[in-house]
């Protein structure tokens, strides 16, 4: 079974910049596709941007176009998310979910769709 572990988020400026990493344990990691997801103070989670098993497929959350990206590195089992340009309207406990490629050959944005989670990571924008 795959488990997820996020880390990198803490307090940022507006501007500024954080990447957060989603480490996973098991040697099955790179049949799992991959999302961030986002959860507000009293909003529900939403999909911030998503990665296919291989790493060639992404997709985004139109409100992060251009100032975040998504990649992996299947060789330490471990999805990224560069965060550039950050905003106070980012501020959000950061998740990771993952899905198995193979019951779900596409790339999916629903939280429901996902089977496996992170425990989260908190980001602050704020001067």
């Known amino acids: 079974q795959v488990q997820l572990v996020e880390s990198g988020g803490g307090l940022v400026q507006p501007g500024g910049s954080l990447r957060l990493s989603c480490a996973a344990s098991g040697r099955t990691f790179s049949t799992y596709a991959v999302g961030w997801f986002r959860q507000p103070p009293g909003k529900e989670r939403g999909l911030v941007a998503t990665?296919?098993?291989?790493?060639?497929?992404?997709l985004y959350s139109d409100s992060v176009k251009g100032r975040f990206t998504i990649s992996r590195d299947n060789a330490v089992n471990t999805v990224y998310l560069q965060m550039n340009s950050l905003k106070p309207e980012d501020t959000a406990v950061y998740y990771c979910?993952?899905?198995?490629?193979?019951?779900?050959?596409?790339?999916?944005?629903?939280?429901?769709?996902?089977?496996?989670w992170g425990q989260g990571t908190q980001v602050t924008v704020s001067s």
């Open positions: 979910g993952a899905y198995s490629a193979s019951r779900i050959p596409l790339l999916v944005t629903k939280p429901g769709d996902y089977d496996l």
């Open positions: 990665i296919s098993r291989s790493g060639y497929g992404t």
